[in-house]
């Protein structure tokens, strides 16, 4: 597997595995804490996976290319 051929959106199970340590620290402190923090986790994941979205082309619109 090379590692150019990955786009950044296939680092998304990656950063789900963020939330192990959030369980971790939501079991160890209150379980209102731990909630904010997957939500936040969470949040900063979708944020970045909209973030990567690939560019849509200014031909995909309808536009002919040529300025009025």
Same mark, same amino acid.
């Given at each position: 597997?090379? /590692? ?7 680092? *998304?199970?990656?950063? *789900?595995?963020? *939330? ?22 969470? *949040?900063? /994941? ?23």
């Amino acid at each position: 597997m090379v /590692l150019e051929a990955l786009t950044p959106r296939h680092s *998304l199970p990656v950063g *789900l595995l963020a *939330l192990i340590p959030v369980a971790w620290f939501g079991f160890g402190r209150s379980a209102t804490s731990g909630f904010v923090a997957a939500v936040n986790v969470i *949040l900063i /994941l979708a944020c970045l996976y909209v973030a990567f979205t690939p560019v849509p082309d200014h031909h995909d619109h309808g536009s002919n290319g040529t300025s009025p």
